[in-house]
């Protein structure tokens, strides 16, 4: 076990490459070729243009010569404070601000107990002393002297550690009421400030049933004039684009290798490339680079071709889906919120989520099959987090040297070097579980992916959630306990329920020390590792050099990203749980995280004020989250300081306890009744007084103007103008093909059928509607990537390009 | 254990006394005396009026002497089955018909279950006769050589049980499918084809929130005028009128008194009736009792014209809970599913119940204090189940014969007496426990309106709940496992989870014959019990006796009651359960269920077309629970077998039904989101088709006349004329008194507050209304409880009187 020697070395080390990290940091910031990876956000708000020290030289374009501003490389700091809350929400989003409220719930939370804990607590389990006198054989780590291990059995000294845990239990509830209050009330104070958006009005559908004889849009036309005829204004098909997005990804992974090939030959214009044809570009006929690839999209171009005319032409491409639009905000909520169909199957509506929110692959998803698709996934969660392990080994044992030796036999005379080989050997079977965990995120992003929800934020959130298990079962339980976490498994089947707390209980405070290492190198060390932002650096700079043509590709290869609440998320929740666990049993690691939590608000500050552009606004959808994983942490610190507590035969003092996690869930309970529904609903009175305020401010806004191209899918923005129109909400402009003949008498064929049209619509549907101001005009820019589209319809100042919505694919 | 032989002669002894009920029964229900006691539902109906041998002389009034009828005693059997399902839909009600298929569902799934466990179990299990050779010093019964336990251990004969058990799984999950579609289509049929009624407008608000300065009516009014400017019509206020229904109930007792002591007065004139002042009318002055009880009824009637002064006057009797209602179906059900504001504990809404369903004095409860309440009902709920034993102990140690001796020292020599002293050594001990299963359900009922609902419905749901769990845990855990529900829950907490399922599911076959023979007398003997309504027989008679004067006063004797959901519904799952669970095990059990299922259908069938009057109609709202419950007892039976292969040692087999959980689970999630709105929430479609339809059959209904009365308290309705304008709806006619001007000012201050009211309703409020036909005018009744009262505006042909209601408190 670790001394306090051993830790102030460890601590020593971490906060030295801490240091190193900033310092990096702090130089690479200021040289102006680096200026787009460390403030793209104000490049993308419209706050800069060029790096910094324009004036000058040539030299002044690329490195910082300005010596004096070396002196002052931790100002960034101060600098990220500046920024107050209100105008933190404006320039980066209200999920922005209320991540890092999650911070400074963290210092408000942990403060005061780091404080009452060392003050009270130590001196308490110091006087003890049990573990000098009675164990004087056993090698103890000074940290334990601190800690509740120290204090004797049957002692009446643990109605002070049962005090101070009521104490904490309701000090953090108290907090982190008053934050959810805070969180909540901020969140319907953003929306109601909002400016008028297309998801306000507009709900989306599912599950549309497919009448024979009736196209889909004529189904949705007469239901919802039916079944909302006051409020019920348009709708958007939806269209199923996803083999076509593929055809465009691909086609743009060739331009690139285009363009790079067209800037080598540019520079060396003397070396015609060449490449070879077949598999990986290894073997197979030798021919000119740019023609073969100028070929190749030639070719994508004529299949593209085809597959949009399939889109536009197919109704089958229309899928069951669509966003549905209202007059008011109050037709939307109304809309959102109740059964529409006596099948509850059918005609599901939900909020629809932002245009850019939208992940538009799962909208294909059959619903029938979302039941079966979340059980499977369901499983495979609890097989990934209990028996992760399993194909690890698996893969561990085939790749091993022999193996490597017969895949590829011509490197057995490297592999049998001595060195190489106990190098390999110490190296492969690490390996793959290295290759696992930095994939994790990937996979259980997929996962959720396949479980068909159709926000990205909502996705987000998903893999957040099982990211939060995979740590609380294989970091927290299984450094707690040994073997895997299949072994835990096991045995945890095999144990009665209340022997668990116990098994985990009395192992905790032994751990203590391996936890403040684990603070000191994941909390200091990777936070400060992610201030310097090495990967976007050194791709920006790849990029710069190979693909970058244009002032535009530039902006291209900038990519700030956005913060991932993935895997943010989840690790932050981790740190409250030991932060909760550790209060009591070993205090003396509390101002470690403390000063994570420190380190980290400051960190993601400047991160958000300079560098992430969020991909999405969910308005603090995940606080629920965040809040009930705070509840789970205190009601598992509650349980195992029970099993603790009951090894230490303190068997008149543990029944205490049993009322704190009774009392824990109440207030969740109750929290969740007066908060949730601000994160799941939207109440009509703010919907009504928002459709108000319009009335009188401008009352005679064209909303169908507005939302005419909103939920259109962004693949739909590379298509000629023509086309357009078609796909378009309601099919605006329908007069000028000859299906509008078709259109109107299937619909005057419905509106005639008793009895369900006596509630007419007051106002017609507006075939031979004119948009007041026409961004379609704009248009003409084929199906390349790169075409510039920024017309008053896209509200959101976001940019749509290829690679936005590829990426989400 | 008992042998075949023993089973037999219980089941003799069972069927005999079963008969023997049913030959009481068929004697008594042909004496015109208890036609009333027998046949209540028709002359409800209006089918009779006066007992069947009405010509003939004065003793067939009372006694049947057509001796024919004799006869033909079991007749009553064909002619319940004769009414077909509609018709009984309109006789008795959609909860009745839906309960009645609870009983056919059990058949359905029962008889080939129990065909197939016949044909291939028996033959399997006996053929095995491991019981025979290996154990022959042990006492086996016969019937476990039937079961699975006359299986070898390792046998491959167990693939068979395991198969089945599939084949079972799947079988009874098609049933429950086909039979919630049935139920569900059942319910959406039965609402739509229902005629107009005021639950269909009408939404329950609660947490009304006080501004100061305004009246709680006002703020309603102003509320839904600007939320729902569309639909929203008018509310009834509640008024807190719990203390005077106390006073009503009271009042009602001693007007009890008073009549029957007039009566015996009549019929001997010559005796003056006294009685002594004290209490229970030991001690005090003795007085004239006709006398004493007018003056206490005089008195009575004094305090309850202050206590109705109180009510209609004091704002504070006005409840922060209003019955708010709609212009349409459609705004209703908006209304119902829709969040109404921004702190989602204000404004709550949901549909109303029926007016005869509401449970009115918790309306009083304020709403902060739920979650409380249901905390602390789960708590006990669990003591309740697990510790119930400790309170009887307790008092089962006081109630011994030392005690009694002590309080009553002149019983001294009585109990001396041998015999007498060794009966009730044994008999006081079991007598705590008697009464406390004997009141159970009374105490789970009145936990169950400590938790709040508002609707009779829900909280017979909720009781029946609770008997569940008890009898889950009691009967069916309790006669498995040996010792008190405690001593299980503490050998659970100390076991592996992986051992509960063994040590269960070992015990399983043996307990089969205890089973066999609860069957027998709980299901076969109570269900003859059952028919034959013993105490609503006496107590008809005793009130006959001493209480009616007049043909009104025989009617309120005559009491049909309703069917016993909480009790009922319980009971019945636990034979599903039973029959689940032993269908692999011991398939001998299953004939004596499917007995059970076919004779109780006949009976219930009975009871219901003749007997019970339904309190409430909630549309099969129970449903869902039915089915969760089988799917529950289904999940049990597969843990059991898991647990008892496991000790069979057939190791190789048990992970192969691993898989059933699973598969029954998403069964059973699928459903739930199938078919489960149909009982929680009103699709749009299906209100905005009964409003279209309404609009074409009577465009021209006053929906407010409609309205008028139908949420008003019933204790309202013995009230004067001029006084029940005042609480009525939107106070109609309230320009009668002077309140008018200072209303029409309040609302006119409102309605000129920008900019709340640029959604002007379309209709204004209707002050000066005059109803059509005004049901006002048949009022003068006073407050005698036996008031005439049957005006058009009730809706429900229901007899609202003051027993009805007070019963309910």
Tied chains: 1, 2.
């Excluded at 982190?176 to 109601?192: C, G, P, Q, S």
Aim: glycine share 4%; with cysteine; hydrophobic share 45%.
């Amino acid at each position: 076990m670790a001394t306090l020697g051993d830790i102030g070395v460890s601590a020593l080390i971490n906060i030295l490459s801490a240091f190193a990290f900033l310092l990096a940091f702090a130089l690479l910031r200021i040289q102006p070729v680096n200026d787009r990876v460390y403030f793209p956000k104000w490049y993308i708000n419209g706050g800069r243009t060029s790096p910094r020290g324009r004036g000058g030289n040539f030299v002044a374009k690329f490195v910082n010569l300005d010596f004096k501003t070396y002196l002052t490389f931790l100002n960034w700091m101060p600098q990220a404070l500046k920024m107050s809350e209100t105008e933190l929400i404006n320039h980066a989003g209200l999920d922005s601000a209320v991540f890092l409220r999650i911070y400074t719930l963290g210092l408000k939370i942990f403060v005061p107990i780091t404080v009452l804990a060392l003050l009270i607590l130590i001196p308490v389990n110091v006087s003890s002393g049990t573990l000098f006198f009675l164990r004087k054989e056993l090698v103890v780590s000074d940290i334990d002297k601190l800690s509740i291990s120290n204090v004797r059995p049957e002692s009446i000294r643990f109605f002070v550690h049962i005090g101070l845990e009521y104490l904490f239990t309701f000090w953090i509830c108290f907090m982190l009421y008053k934050e959810y209050d805070t969180v909540a009330t901020m969140r319907l104070h953003f929306l109601a400030s909002e400016r008028r958006r297309a998801e306000q009005f507009t709900v989306a559908v599912r599950n549309v049933p497919q009448i024979p004889g009736h196209s889909i849009a004529d189904s949705l036309d007469h239901f919802f004039k039916t079944n909302h005829p006051d409020t019920y204004l348009c709708h958007q098909a939806v269209y199923n684009a996803n083999k076509f997005a593929r055809l465009v990804r691909k086609r743009d992974r060739l331009q690139n290798w285009l363009d790079y090939n067209q800037l080598k030959f540019e520079r060396h214009p003397e070396k015609r490339l060449t490449k070879k044809i077949g598999f990986l570009g290894l073997w197979g006929e030798r021919v000119d680079s740019i023609d073969f690839y100028k070929q190749q999209i030639k070719e994508f171009d004529k299949q593209m071709e085809l597959e949009r005319q399939k889109v536009l032409k197919d109704s089958k491409s229309i899928l069951p889906v669509a966003f549905v639009s209202f007059k008011s905000r109050w037709g939307a909520a109304v809309c959102a919120q109740t059964q529409q169909s006596k099948n509850p199957t059918l005609w599901l509506t939900n909020w629809a989520p932002e245009p850019r929110d939208v992940y538009w692959r799962n909208l294909a998803i059959p619903f029938v099959s979302l039941t079966i698709r979340k059980t499977i996934i369901s499983i495979s969660v609890f097989a990934l987090v209990f028996f992760y392990m399993i194909p690890i080994a698996f893969v561990q044992s085939l790749a091993n040297l022999e193996g490597l030796e017969r895949v590829a036999p011509f490197l057995r005379p490297v592999i049998e070097l001595g060195f190489i080989k106990s190098f390999l050997q110490g190296f492969l079977p690490g390996l793959a579980l290295k290759i696992f965990l930095y994939i994790l995120p990937t996979i259980l992003m997929i996962m959720s992916k396949i479980e068909g929800h159709i926000a990205i934020s909502a996705l987000e959130r998903r893999a957040s959630a099982k990211y939060y298990y995979f740590m609380l079962v294989n970091v927290f339980l299984g450094s707690i306990v040994t073997g895997t976490a299949f072994q835990q498994l096991h045995s945890f089947l095999h144990q009665p329920p209340t022997q668990i707390p116990r098994t985990i209980g009395v192992s905790i405070p032994m751990k203590a020390t391996f936890f403040i290492t684990y603070i000191m190198v994941d909390g200091w060390a990777g936070i400060a590792g992610e201030i310097l932002r090495l990967k976007p650096l050194v791709i920006f700079h790849l990029k710069n050099m190979f693909l970058v043509k244009t002032e535009r590709d530039r902006e291209k290869a900038m990519d700030p990203g956005s913060v991932d609440y993935p895997e943010t998320l989840p690790s932050l929740q981790l740190y409250f749980l030991l932060g909760i666990v550790y209060a009591v049993v070993t205090p003396i690691l509390l101002p470690f995280i403390l000063v994570f939590f420190a380190f980290a608000y400051l960190v993601y500050r400047h991160q958000i004020i300079n560098v992430y552009n969020p991909q999405y606004e969910s308005g603090a959808a995940f606080w629920p989250h965040v809040h009930s994983r705070i509840i789970a942490s205190l009601l598992i610190s509650q349980l195992l300081l029970m099993g603790l507590l009951s090894t230490k035969k303190a068997a008149n003092s543990t029944p205490l306890l049993v009322v704190l996690p009774v009392l824990t869930l109440s207030f969740h309970k109750y929290c969740k009744s007066r908060f949730e529904p601000a994160f799941r609903k939207y109440p009509l009175e703010e919907a009504m007084a928002k459709d108000l305020m319009d009335q009188t401010t401008e009352p005679d806004i064209n909303l169908k103007a507005f939302l005419a191209d909103a939920y259109l899918h962004p693949i739909f923005r590379s298509f000629e103008e023509e086309e357009l129109v078609e796909v378009r909400v309601d099919k605006v402009r329908v007069d000028r093909h000859q299906t509008y003949a078709e259109n109107a008498q299937t619909r005057d064929d419905l509106s005639s059928s008793p009895p369900h049209y006596v509630h007419q619509p007051t106002s017609p549907p507006q075939h031979s509607y004119q948009p007041a101001s026409t961004p379609q005009d704009v248009y003409h820019h084929g199906i390349a990537p790169q075409y510039e589209y920024n017309s008053s319809s896209l509200h959101y100042g976001y940019h749509y390009d290829a690679e936005t919505w590829t990426s989400r694919d």
